[in-house]
């Protein structure tokens, strides 16, 4: 079975800055598009951001568009993402999600991955 494991949430002030880190097992990640997805209490998870396999194309969320950033290490097997000038609207479960057989392509709608974190809470404190 496939684990992907999030790390890296805490609690910070607003304007702070936080990085998240994902891992999945050394086959999986290479071989799949890996996202970013958050959900805040009582709203639908929305995704943050994505990488195509080789990393060499991504998407990120207007909503995050100038203060997040994500990329990859496939020898590290391992996904991050930064975020810098955090809002208290940033608070949130933030989850990794893996998807193999992705034919160079990744997408911010959680229906097209089937592989997903325990999540890793994020409080923004204002």
């Known amino acids: 079975q496939v684990q992907v494991v999030e790390s890296g949430g805490s609690v910070v002030q607003a304007g702070g800055s936080l990085r998240l880190s994902c891992t999945a097992s050394?086959?999986?990640?290479?071989?799949?598009?890996m996202a970013w997805f958050r959900q805040a209490p009582g709203k639908e998870r929305e995704g943050v951001a994505c990488?195509?396999?080789?990393?060499?194309?991504?998407m990120i969320a207007d909503s995050v568009k100038g203060r997040f950033s994500t990329w990859r290490d496939n020898a590290k097997s391992t996904l991050w993402l930064q975020m810098n000038n955090l809002k208290p609207e940033d608070t949130g479960m933030y989850f990794c999600?893996?998807?193999?057989?992705?034919?160079?392509?990744?997408?911010?709608?959680?229906?097209?991955?089937?592989?997903w974190g325990q999540g890793t809470q994020v409080t923004v404190s204002s």
């Open positions: 999600a893996a998807r193999e057989y992705s034919f160079g392509n990744c997408h911010l709608f959680q229906e097209w991955y089937d592989k």
């Open positions: 050394e086959s999986t990640f290479g071989a799949s598009a």
């Open positions: 990488k195509t396999r080789l990393g060499t194309y991504g």
